[in-house]
């Protein structure tokens, strides 16, 4: 599977937006881009996922950028509540035959403030 | 809909024990998986059950761990004995499967701490 790399932080201040970078350089045609994030205790939360096009969902916005090597995840109004790690993971189409196993790295912590 | 459901939330025991989790998929969902953390490391992938059957147990460390799907509904993973390295976070989670239906929902996780 493709390799992302992460900064290890960054913060935000509550209300503004929230734009997380992801590099993936080694991005394969068939390979989606999934974002989860990881709230303290809790199991890994799905938000997002994208192949080329930008995405939009309730949670947040993906963008990916034409040459697909990078993408950034837009939280639109940061809460307190969204301070977390947020993982970027590659994973190829299961239409491929590939295992379907998400790889996560060390993600980025995003710490939100008042 | 419930999500994945996993128990118990917490377990301690002690080395050479046997500890049994428990992981409930979201109803329908024929793809299960299991996930730990161990202590100061990322997430590693153990298994992954399509149905009842094991389609990959690649990243299961050693014999001591037994996962089964008995009915392909709700799955156990036994640690047999524990040993201290195996302390720390075990997650689930489940996808419903199919074409473009990969995505995966995690539960709260079961946390072990093997004295």
Known sequence: ?114 | EAGVTQFPSHSVIEKGQTVTLRCDPISGHDNLYWYRRVMGKEIKFLLHFVKESKQDESGMPNNRFLAERTGGTYSTLKVQPAELEDSGVYFCASSLGGLAKETQYFGPGTRLLVL
């Open chain 1, 1 to 114: 599977d493709a390799k992302t790399t992460q900064p290890p932080s960054m913060d935000c201040a509550e209300g503004r937006a929230a734009n997380l970078p992801c590099n993936h350089s080694t991005i394969s045609g068939n390979e989606y881009v999934y974002w989860y994030r990881q709230i303290h205790s809790q199991g890994p939360q799905y938000i997002i996922h994208g192949l080329k096009n930008n995405e939009t969902n309730e949670m947040a916005s993906l963008i990916i950028t034409e040459d697909r090597k990078s993408s950034t995840l837009i939280l639109p109004h940061a809460t307190l509540r969204d301070t977390a790690v947020y993982y970027c993971i590659v994973r190829p189409s299961i239409l491929t035959g590939a295992n379907s196993k998400l790889t996560f790295g060390k993600g980025i912590t995003l710490s939100v403030r008042p």
